[in-house]
């Protein structure tokens, strides 16, 4: 079963940046649209960003102009590049195929921005 393991977050002030990386062992990661999600305290998870095997991307509204999700399909990695972070952007990030598949969800990585 395919796994995936997020990193990189961690606590940023305002205005800060942060990579987060996405790790799978599947080497059919590269035929897969994938897709970066979070979910602040409260709220429903949110798609925040995906990009098809063919490079076709795709950010929420909230999120446009700051983010940037790539990926190594030789490394079986994703990422997603985080700049101009605001205190709105706090929540658990998590990685998975899109439209996500739930026993796919890992155990995501917690932004926090706060000054």
């Known amino acids: 079963q395919v796994q995936f393991v997020e990193s990189g977050g961690g606590l940023v002030q305002p205005g800060g940046s942060l990579r987060l990386s996405c790790a799978t062992s599947?080497?059919?990661?590269?035929?897969?649209?994938l897709g970066w999600y979070r979910q602040a305290p409260g709220k429903q998870r949110e798609l925040v960003a995906s990009k098809t095997s063919g490079g076709r991307t795709n950010y929420a509204d909230s999120v446009k102009g700051r983010f940037t999700i790539s990926r190594d399909n030789a490394k079986n990695t994703m990422y997603l590049q985080m700049n101009s972070l605001r205190p709105e952007d706090t929540a658990v990030y998590y990685c998975?195929?899109?439209?996500?598949?739930?026993?796919?969800w890992g155990q995501g990585t917690q932004v926090t921005v706060s000054s």
């Open positions: 998975n195929f899109e439209p996500a598949i739930r026993s796919y």
């Open positions: 599947r080497s059919m990661f590269s035929i897969y649209a």
